[in-house]
């Protein structure tokens, strides 16, 4: 069966400080991956999804990069943190439906 | 683009009782509607859904319902447990895109 690690699961980081969050999904191949991010008592945004191999589609500007370096990592990097970065941060994977699947997400305190 | 609302924001019911969480969506072209259970901290979890060529799907004490001409769809949570309450989201996507729009959410709460 397939299942999806994020690590760390909270990061108290300060304002200009780098960031990098990592998602690795296990038991299954070729999977899109998203980022997503939650602010508290709010629905989710989608970041950064990626079919493939170094391809990565950005949905929102901002403060953040992702990255994926091999076929189930998924990575979330900022150089400089911001106040406004804080929240619940989550990644997902499917694998030819449209059915994502969530893993238990890292909640990052920017201060 | 797509844009899901949902209602209401907040639901109190009494164990046993029958909880409605109802959503609405913009773009005719969606055609798959999951629903999610986010519990405190945790990811949200996929409980159930459906896609635009069924009207209505049912597993054990949660149904699904669909309506196209209307763009909307619902959750019904019979006999409701404790272990119901969480944040329940539902969301919309289009096949032929992988943007997954969510609904803001309700917290349900189930009180013994």
New interface residues.
């Given amino acids: 069966s397939q299942t999806i690690h994020q690590w760390p699961a909270t990061l108290v980081q300060p304002v200009g400080s780098p960031l990098s969050l990592e998602c690795t999904v296990e038991g299954t191949s070729n999977p899109n991956l998203y980022w997503y991010r939650q602010a508290a008592g709010r629905g989710l945004q989608l970041l950064f999804y990626s079919v493939g191999i170094g391809q990565i589609s950005s949905e929102v500007p901002q403060n953040l990069s992702a990255s994926r370096p091999q076929d189930r990592q998924f990575i979330l990097s900022s150089k400089k943190l911001l106040l406004s970065d804080s929240g619940f941060y989550l990644c997902a994977w499917s694998v030819g439906t449209d059915t994502q699947y969530f893993g238990p997400g890292t909640r990052l305190t920017v201060l | 683009g797509e844009n899901v609302e949902q209602h209401p924001s907040t639901l109190s019911v009494q164990e046993g009782d029958s909880a409605v969480i109802k959503c609405t969506y913009s773009d005719s072209a969606s055609n798959?509607f999951?629903w999610?259970k986010q519990e405190l901290?945790?990811?949200?979890?996929?409980i159930i859904?459906i896609r635009s060529n069924v009207g209505e799907k049912k597993d054990q004490r949660i149904a699904v319902t669909l309506n196209k001409t209307a763009k909307h769809f619902s959750l019904h949570i019979t006999e409701t447990q404790p272990e119901d309450s969480a944040v329940y989201?539902c969301a919309a996507?289009n096949?032929g895109f992988?943007?997954?729009v969510?609904?803001?959410?309700t917290r349900l709460l189930v009180s013994p």
């Fill in positions: 798959y999951p999610y901290g945790k990811g949200p979890q996929l859904d989201f996507k096949t992988q943007k997954l969510f609904g803001t959410g």
